[in-house]
């Protein structure tokens, strides 16, 4: 019978919030193999995922993350970014660490690449400690998981999302996509609102500048749109790495035929940031990209970006306001509360008042 390691005092000290992860198993040896998210990672003991929040430990992969938050805040929605959702909504953000994507180019790496023993400065936070904060706040319409990567925390995640579902609030997820079908679908039934990261239309991208891959992400879109989900999509604009305009071109094709012309599309302006130096995406690189992508789909923003005509929403069919933002300053204006165009009548497609 093969021996079970001593567990060290580092993980005695973190066992009291530590859970024992879903969606692994065991193999020989006492190693385990993680089956959460496609790369599928084969842990020997003590060793962490590419997330490096699950662990194998004594031959049981752990969630190390377990109710451990960086990060919580009242946020305009807005922010996440989500356009079509409760528009002009408060949402309580939370995030935790750890991220199964290593981006070169990532806007959040000091969460997203720590890991539990090199960052001190985590809050425990159990899950009614969360919710009953997002349920006191008058305003306030739910929970957003956000800021480092929330399907690394997978359990502390679900638990969250179906007790908040339980009081009626609203569940929002900000992730790049990387998961595997079935702790997906586990989730939907929970989650009413995703922003998906499409970071490239290339796979050599993602292989590279990630270290994934770009068809997961492309499955986990095809998944929410057949679950009928809400989601939007947000695609960061980094300057001769995905700004090529045929490339982006295929993209938005792939975006209309699989997802539709409704599907809400955010390009973000780059920012140096992490590993990269290169120069913030010019402005007028996003423009360029947004005309195309205008011509297929028909609600495309800007983030990052000041003084431009992409932060409005306007009816697809006669042009009229529909929603004017300013920053995070929202107002709603000529739309009906079910959604439809005031002064033209047309329903106003994938959009949640």
Not at 116 to 122: C, E, H, M
Not at 270 to 295: G, N, Q, W
Request: hydrophobic residues 35%.
């Amino acid at each position: 019978m093969l021996a079970r390691a001593r567990i060290s005092p580092r993980f005695l000290n973190l066992y009291h919030t530590m859970r024992t992860a879903q969606y692994y198993q065991n193999l020989k040896d006492g190693r385990v193999q993680c089956l959460l998210c496609p790369h599928l990672c084969t842990l020997s003991e003590g060793k962490a995922g590419k997330c490096g929040v699950r662990r194998n430990v004594n031959a049981e992969l752990i969630s190390e993350t377990y109710q451990k938050v960086s990060a919580v805040h009242y946020d305009p929605i807005e922010k996440k970014p989500l356009y079509h959702f409760h528009p002009g909504s408060i949402i309580l953000s939370i995030g935790s660490i750890g991220c199964n994507l290593s981006c070169s180019f990532c806007q959040n790496s000091d969460i997203s690449q720590a890991d539990v023993s090199g960052f001190p400065w985590l809050k425990d936070y159990p899950p009614d400690d969360i919710v009953n904060m997002a349920a006191n706040h008058a305003t306030n319409i739910g929970i957003a998981f956000t800021y480092n990567e929330p399907t690394v925390s997978f359990e502390y995640v679900l638990e969250i999302a179906r007790l908040s579902t339980d009081m009626g609030m609203k569940t929002a997820m900000i992730t790049n996509g990387y998961i595997n079908p079935d702790p997906l679908i586990q989730l939907l039934p929970y989650m009413d609102a995703f922003n998906i990261d499409l970071k490239s239309f290339r796979d050599e991208f993602y292989k590279q500048h990630t270290g994934a891959h770009l068809a997961p992400v492309l499955e986990t879109l095809k998944i929410l749109k057949k679950a009928g989900k809400h989601f939007e999509i947000t695609n960061l604009v980094i300057p001769d790495l995905n700004d090529d305009a045929v490339i982006f071109s295929e993209m938005i094709d792939w975006i209309n035929k699989e997802l539709g012309m409704y599907t809400v599309l955010h390009l973000s302006r780059y920012f140096p940031h992490h590993e990269f130096t290169r120069d913030p995406t010019p402005v007028d690189t996003l423009k360029r990209l947004y005309a195309i992508a205008s011509l297929k789909l028909r609600y495309v923003y800007l983030g990052n970006v000041a003084s431009y005509k992409g932060q409005q929403t306007r009816c697809p069919e006669c042009e009229e306001l529909l929603i004017d933002r300013t920053g995070y300053h929202t107002e709603i204006r000529n739309i009906t509360p079910d959604s439809h165009c005031s002064k033209c009548g047309f329903p106003i497609q994938n959009l949640i008042l």
